[in-house]
């Protein structure tokens, strides 16, 4: 129904930067939907890192990304963007786009990407 896939993920030095794009495609997707980027780390808990509304106008951003990661969309690529800056090695992760008709930007989620991976050397 809902199709997503990221890319834009790789290997960088501590301190730079990297932009994940997300495609959305599908039959029931449409410009309502709120999207999301979340992360997880072997051994740790998935983490939402960013969500925008269908708008783009309101963002949220875990309290670790604050000030280094922005989220945006195109909704006419029907495509979400995440930008991340002062990367860090904790930052490093798998990547994972996601989509929702729930105007809820914590979700619940329904629709997931393959994911992305992106590590960050010291």
């Known amino acids: 129904q809902v199709q997503l896939v990221e890319s834009g993920g790789g290997l960088v030095q501590a301190g730079g930067s990297l932009r994940l794009s997300c495609a959305a495609s599908g039959r029931t997707f449409n410009s309502r939907y709120i999207m999301g980027w979340f992360r997880q780390a072997p051994g740790k808990e998935r983490e939402l890192v960013a969500a925008?509304?269908?708008?783009?106008?309101?963002?949220r951003y875990a309290g670790s990304v604050k000030g280094r990661f922005t989220i945006s969309r195109d909704n006419v690529k029907n495509t979400v963007y995440l930008q991340m800056n002062s990367l860090k090695p904790e930052d490093t992760a798998v990547y994972h786009c996601a989509a929702t008709p729930h105007p809820v930007l914590t979700g619940p989620y329904e629709y997931w990407g393959q994911g992305t991976q992106v590590t960050v050397s010291s």
């Open positions: 925008t509304s269908d708008s783009g106008l309101t963002t």
